[in-house]
């Protein structure tokens, strides 16, 4: 026995002992996930036992070093813990863009300092954190953003305004691409972190026509911003923002993969809902795509592992994951039939469904368009000419 088998064996060992069944049941909605954060209210007992068990261990954050709240594993290792978790359905212990998005670029390009003290408490789940990209004027285009930090000796002032900041009225802090310097279109962007308490931070949620506000607009007035929490070299935020927009994209393109309790057709079959033979085939030929796009993504994760990936290869995933969530939600609605239009029932348990469905119609924007998407695959990977 290999000695990845004997861990395979470890960790299934230690997941059914420590995964709480409630943990092992799909996640339907936010209020499911665990996000962690200074304000957060565990749901149950259980998912706070889940999370506790995971922080005990590093498995928030498996593949990140000890030193920093992780586990330490190796790619190998990472990969069988993944699907080890998937083997039994088990919940992530933890929802957090500081795990998608912001750790993966401190440990490229925080300093030692920053690394210690913001790390640890990501993989704990203390801090919940929110992005603050995009701006009214400045969306796929973001080197046009005008969000400035004034220069003050040992701080910066920031003033100007975020909009679609995912969560920002429940996060702790923001990590927020702030112009500071109005001579240099692409390299006067720094790459800031602070504390949405600070004065001057407001928030405003935006309704969506799901009837959720998931989104926010966020406004900075004379913020007072400290010098040493700048990320990266001033003037290089675009650096840090491009690396960090990968991981975005790839935990966005997760949501497209297939169905957690198995393939699509086998989910719905258990339902009853495959009578029709038209839908039997379009749902087939889904779990055809879900299972491509899985192979895809596990051959890009292991390629970046090795030092093999190609820089656009998150603009593959995003496209593809991102229109498989679409194609996913609409072929769950067609087989609920008119009881999938019901907005307020308790049968459809407030009309997740369909208010699920409308939230799909955001991931070909958020994170980049698909528009953008294609752009980019057909010029760094296709290599063919520009408009």
């Known amino acids: 026995m290999s000695d990845l088998d004997t861990f395979r064996q470890e ?37 706070k036992v889940w999370l506790e068990r995971c922080v005990a261990k590093g498995y928030t954050v498996p593949d990140w070093p000890k030193a920093y709240g992780g ?15 998937v083997r039994i359905n088990a919940r992530p212990p933890l929802s957090s863009f500081g795990i998608w998005m912001l750790g993966p670029a401190l440990l490229k390009f925080g300093t030692e300092e920053q690394k210690v003290h913001y ?8 801090i919940r954190w929110c992005q603050g990209y995009s701006e009214p004027g400045s969306g796929s285009d973001l080197v046009s953003l005008q969000t400035f930090g004034e220069d003050k000796g040992d701080h910066w002032v920031v003033n100007g305004q975020k909009i679609w900041t995912s969560y ?15 001579t240099n279109k692409y390299q006067g962007i720094s790459f800031l972190l602070f504390d949405m308490t600070t004065p001057g931070v407001s928030t405003k949620p935006i309704k969506l026509i799901s009837g959720s506000s998931p989104f926010c607009e966020t406004f900075f007035d004379n913020v007072v911003v400290p010098k040493d929490q700048i990320v990266g070299q001033l003037n290089r935020g675009w650096d840090v923002a491009k690396y960090l927009l990968g991981h975005e994209r790839e935990m966005i393109s997760a949501t497209g993969g297939a169905d957690r309790a198995g393939s699509l057709g086998a989910t719905l079959g258990r339902n009853g809902a495959l009578e029709d033979p038209v839908l039997r085939a379009q749902v087939a030929l889904f779990d055809v795509d879900a299972l491509a796009f899985t192979c895809m993504s596990e ?13 656009a290869q998150p603009n593959m995933m995003k496209y593809a994951g991102t229109e498989l969530n679409k194609a996913r939600l609409e072929l769950l609605m067609s087989a609920g039939g008119s009881t999938a239009l019901e907005w307020e029932s308790e049968e459809t348990e407030g009309g997740a469904l369909p208010r699920s469905w409308l939230r799909t119609k ?8 698909s528009e953008v998407m294609l752009n980019v695959i057909s010029k760094r990977i296709l290599e063919l000419p520009g408009a």
């Open 168 to 182: 920002a009225n429940k996060a702790d802090w923001i990590f927020c691409l702030v112009r500071t310097d109005k």
């Open 11 to 47: 960790i299934r060992a230690w997941l059914e002992e420590n995964c709480p069944p409630e943990m092992r049941e799909p996640v339907r909605d936010d209020d499911d996930a665990c996000w962690g954060g200074r304000n957060f209210t565990f749901k149950n007992e259980a998912q």
């Open 299 to 311: 051959k890009f994760m292991d390629e970046v592992k090795i030092g093999r990936g190609h820089p």
């Open 119 to 126: 790390l640890g408490q990501i993989a704990r789940g203390e």
């Open 71 to 85: 586990a330490g594993m190796s790619a190998a290792e990472a990969k069988i813990w993944r699907e080890e978790m």
């Open 362 to 369: 955001a991931n070909s924007i958020e994170g980049g368009t």
